[in-house]
């Protein structure tokens, strides 16, 4: 049986590219999509916890976390779309209406 | 998985960055079933890559994203104390993970258990007696995202 230290060490690497993602990029989707790495390294973290403990608690918050996970990624991409439809740009730079 | 994961974020082009997310997501699902989570990947499998990054193409495709439009522009400050912030992240949590040992009371469900019942039955049959109040708010959750995005579509808000 694999370490479990090994799969957290997967899970916070890809947390911390995903982090890197929301910052670098300036792109809203892609921004996005970053954000759906991160919530998906915690997925890995909490099903090896699952395995190490015996316990299926982890894997019924995994199905809990990707049901939300979707229902924020259709509202969010809605938020995307009626912000293009308005500014005619997703490029976060220049959405900068509430600047002082 | 790693590499990919790198990758989405590396690329230009959005619609690169997206499928090397599918990418990621089906190496998710392939870690997840051998960590004994036959229902997680499946589900992974089915949501994430077959229905959300197939919403996210959409949008990308539906909103015409140009090629170049997620190039820096001399923002290369900002870029390198954020990979310094994301390597000191990392570093910081992996040091916290590798140091302690992680004992606990274990559970009944150990993987022999698990396998000769069958992974969904398992996970079935805790959804609807312990945690049948999260899946039922799960499921006025969804109803309020399924609202959110038909009125957020609407012509005059």
């Known amino acids: 049986m694999v370490p479990i230290s090994y799969y957290l060490i997967v899970s916070v690497v890809l947390f911390s590219i995903g982090v890197l993602g929301v910052f670098t990029r300036r792109n809203a989707i892609v921004i996005f999509m970053c954000i759906e790495l991160m919530l998906n390294a915690a997925n890995l973290a909490f099903i090896a916890f699952s395995r190490h403990l015996h316990s299926i608690d982890g894997q019924i918050f995994v199905f809990f976390v990707m049901a939300v996970a979707a229902a924020e990624a259709a509202v969010g991409l809605g938020i995307i779309i009626a912000l293009y439809r308005n500014k005619e740009t997703i490029n976060v730079d220049e959405i900068n209406i509430m600047k002082w | ?157």
């Open chain 2, 1 to 157: 998985m790693i590499l990919s994961a790198l990758m989405v974020i590396l690329r230009k082009n959005p619609v690169h960055s997206a499928l090397f997310l599918v990418v990621t997501f089906f190496c998710l699902a392939g870690l997840y079933l051998l960590l004994n989570a036959e229902f997680i990947a499946a589900i992974q499998v089915i949501v994430y890559a077959g229905a959300i990054m197939v919403l996210f193409l959409f949008v990308i495709m539906l909103l015409n994203v140009e090629k170049e439009v997620a190039a820096p522009s001399g923002h290369g400050f900002q870029k390198f104390w954020a990979l310094v912030l994301c390597v000191v992240v990392a570093v910081s949590l992996i040091s916290i993970m590798t140091i302690n040992v992680f004992t606990g009371e274990k559970g009944i469900y150990s993987p022999e258990m698990v396998n000769e019942v069958g992974n969904s039955e398992i996970i079935g049959r805790l959804l609807f007696t312990d945690f049948l109040l999260p899946f039922e708010i799960t499921s006025i959750l969804l109803l309020a995202a399924i609202i959110g995005a038909v009125i957020l579509s609407k012509k005059k808000l």
